[in-house]
């Protein structure tokens, strides 16, 4: 699997930025959002700084600069597919 670090946009409003220490942000035009997250394997978990935000367990898949992602949570069966915009 790639490597998660770098800037991946689902749409032109909507980003999420991963750094290599296990942080990263829920970009949008106006705010942002931090979160922490970890990987094993090919199981994502994100914990939203913020306690208003929905903390997330996906089930992703990374291959020449899109990434897939499943949600795994209970109730919620979302998938998205977001692109690479910078590393």
Known sequence: MEDLE???SIDEITSYRFKKNGTGALVLPEHS????YT???DI??????K???RDSTFKVSVVDGVM???????FFENEFVLEKSED
């Open 68 to 74: 897939n992602l499943q949600c795994l949570d209970e």
């Open 39 to 41: 990987l094993e394997e």
């Open 6 to 8: 770098g800037l991946w």
């Open 33 to 36: 959002y931090s979160f922490t």
């Open 44 to 49: 994502l978990e994100m914990d939203f700084e």
């Open 51 to 53: 306690e208003k935000l």
